[in-house]
């Protein structure tokens, strides 16, 4: 896991947050990248926001949308925001084991919430799921026991789950080759004639990978089943998004010959129903998507990184007030669709979960070292026989 970790803080201090894009002009009154970044396609000067899908303000007001919009139960909403808190309390637990020492690093998702359950929600037991390493919320949705997730950055696990168990691929570390793999598997289940889609998540800063950009022509020309689901969280570790591109990156998509779309990636609603409709699309043989959720990391990029070497305070707090979780909480209250005893009901839920997930991580067996060499390949293989053989005379020659 240490091969992606800055491993220590820059060593030079960032001077400020870098400069933006030649003939970008932030709106007057700007006040954080959303409301500039997203005019560098327009006319010098003009204030022209791309089209956001949005369903849920941040204040918990419901808004209309022609195209997207969704009906939702009050229990389904409840639902959505027990899974929201649930989510973000076993990440909360994950970066407070790291930080005593029991996990080597973690990658939290905070803020990212909404992005994930929203589009993980959309989900099919059929449909295939290929994440990075940050997809702890899909990871929930497709029924992953976190501890899985935790064993894998406790260093005592290779992978961590079956793949095919729960239609949810291994976390990928090499940023942007799952969406490779998952081109691959859609192009399969294609051929199989299969009544299902694939989704694959990756970030902002991965859209300059070659990978992605490969992952896109393939599955555009073949019409392959799959939904590109990026998470704009206009960071990749310190460098920010008007470093990745000019234009925002759902426009990128027309180039390549399919639909792309902004939600944002906040709002769970809007997540759900465009990742739904996506989704559908592929089933139906309308091929590609890109959906680019527009969020923000709240937190680090992992607990290896200190973004205050590199991002403006103001930022973060214009941020907190967009929280994914506190709009649904908003709504549900307005609407009076949950009352105290809810919240409190999925307060104690959310302690109870993080208290059992950390006594079962912390439980979990260490591997004996020779494990390492298992499930390298799926049969037996001279080289890496030689290899462990090596290793445990190495390992032998120590005193105990
Ligand atoms: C091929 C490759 N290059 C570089 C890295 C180091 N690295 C790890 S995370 C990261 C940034 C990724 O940013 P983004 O795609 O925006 O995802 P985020 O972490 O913000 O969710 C980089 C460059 C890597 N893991 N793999
Ligand atoms: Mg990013």
């Given at each position: ?82 899974d929201l808190?649930l989510v973000r309390r076993v990440d909360l637990e994950a ?8 996990l080597?690093?973690w990658a939290s998702l905070l803020?990212q919430e909404a992005a994930q359950i929203g589009s993980g929600r959309a989900l099919?037991d059929?449909d295939m799921a290929f994440p990075t390493y940050r997809e702890h919320g899909v990871a929930w949705c497709r029924d992953v026991d976190p501890v899985k997730l935790l064993g894998l950055f406790r260093?005592?696990s290779?992978g961590g789950w079956d793949p095919a168990e729960h239609n949810f691929h291994l976390y990928t570390i090499?940023?942007?080759?799952q ?20 989704i694959v998540y990756f ?26 689901f990026?998470q ?121 979960l993080?208290?059992?997930v950390?006594?079962r991580c ?39």
């Amino acid at each position: 896991m240490s091969t992606y970790a800055p491993g220590r803080p820059p060593q030079r201090p960032y001077a400020r947050r870098p400069g933006r894009p030649a003939g970008v002009t932030p709106p007057a009154g700007a006040r954080h990248a959303q409301e500039w970044h997203v005019t560098a396609d327009a006319p010098r000067g003009v204030d022209a926001p791309p089209e956001l899908v949005q369903l849920l303000t941040p204040e918990g007001e419901r808004v209309e949308h022609p195209d997207y919009d969704i009906e939702l139960t009050a229990e389904e909403v409840r639902s959505l925001y027990r899974d929201l808190v649930l989510v973000r309390r076993v990440d909360l637990e994950a970066v407070a084991l790291q930080r005593q020492g029991e996990l080597g690093i973690w990658a939290s998702l905070l803020g990212q919430e909404a992005a994930q359950i929203g589009s993980g929600r959309a989900l099919t037991d059929a449909d295939m799921a290929f994440p990075t390493y940050r997809e702890h919320g899909v990871a929930w949705c497709r029924d992953v026991d976190p501890v899985k997730l935790l064993g894998l950055f406790r260093g005592v696990s290779n992978g961590g789950w079956d793949p095919a168990e729960h239609n949810f691929h291994l976390y990928t570390i090499v940023i942007g080759s799952q969406a490779l793999h998952a081109v691959g598997y859609a192009m399969g289940i294609q051929r199989d004639g299969a009544e299902a889609a694939t989704i694959v998540y990756f970030g902002d800063g991965a859209t300059s990978q070659g990978d992605v950009n490969e992952a896109f022509i393939w599955a555009s020309v073949f019409n392959a089943p799959i939904v590109f689901f990026c998470q704009n969280n206009q960071w990749a570790i310190s460098e920010p998004l008007e470093k990745q591109s000019k234009i925002p990156l759902y426009k990128r998509a027309s180039g390549f010959g399919f639909p792309g779309i902004r939600v944002d990636g906040n709002d769970v609603f809007a997540c759900l129903a465009a990742t739904r409709r996506a989704l559908q699309n592929a089933r139906d043989g309308q091929g590609p998507t890109l959906i680019e959720a527009f969020t923000y990391r709240m937190g680090a990029h992992t607990t290896s990184d200190d973004p205050t070497r590199y991002r403006l305070a103001h930022e973060l707090e214009a941020w907190k007030l967009k929280d994914p979780i506190e709009r649904v909480k908003a709504y549900l209250f307005k609407n009076q669709l949950a009352d105290q005893e809810f919240f409190e009901k999925i307060d104690a839920e959310a302690d109870a979960l993080g208290k059992d997930v950390r006594s079962r991580c912390l439980a979990l067996p260490d591997p004996p070292p020779r494990a390492i060499f298992d499930h390298v390949y799926a049969g037996a293989h001279a080289l890496l026989d030689e290899e462990r053989e090596q290793y445990l005379t190495y390992l032998a020659g120590f005193e105990r």
